[in-house]
């Protein structure tokens, strides 16, 4: 049931830990958004008459350095994104092994204490004495 979570959540952590600039400097959607960015630069400083000065390499660097930083935070967000929704499926299904373990516990002690019970009914019946409790040492309490 949370399987798809847990593993999209270990595979975000594992990208993590495994972050680099060189992966996000071959994803295509990069690629794309730095050469569209640097035309740009170079249609208005061509415009300007001042497409191989300074001012234009300032502006293609500037350009350039503030994408990288956008795309490395996206990428990192998103990743932590999924790695937190992971984590939130973990904490769900270990709650809900939780609640099958009480389930469980609360069926044996019920199932115990029914036959104590009669047990200790039947026991009564017949003139034995009556079970009324248990030491912590395991002993029973006679009535």
């Known amino acids: 049931m949370f399987s798809p979570y847990t593993t999209a959540g270990q595979n975000a952590v594992n990208k993590l830990n495994n ?12 690629q794309f958004r730095l050469k569209q960015g640097e035309e740009s630069i170079n249609r208005a400083q061509s415009a300007r ?3 191989y000065s300074g001012s234009a390499l300032k502006a293609a660097q500037e350009y350039g ?3 990288a930083d956008q795309t490395y935070n996206d990428a990192f967000n998103r990743n932590l994104s999924i790695a937190n929704q ?4 973990s904490g769900a299904l270990s709650g809900v092994y939780d609640n099958i373990g009480n389930i469980k516990a ?4 019920a199932t115990s204490n029914t036959l104590t019970s009669t047990l200790s009914g039947l026991l009564n019946g017949s003139g034995a004495k009556q079970v009324i409790g248990y030491n912590p040492d395991g002993t029973p309490i006679y009535a």
């Open 19 to 30: 972050f680099d600039y060189e992966t996000l400097q071959n994803d295509p959607g990069y």
């Open 49 to 51: 008459g001042s497409l």
């Open 65 to 67: 350095q503030g994408l």
């Open 86 to 89: 992971g984590l939130s499926a």
């Open 106 to 109: 609360n069926k044996t002690s």
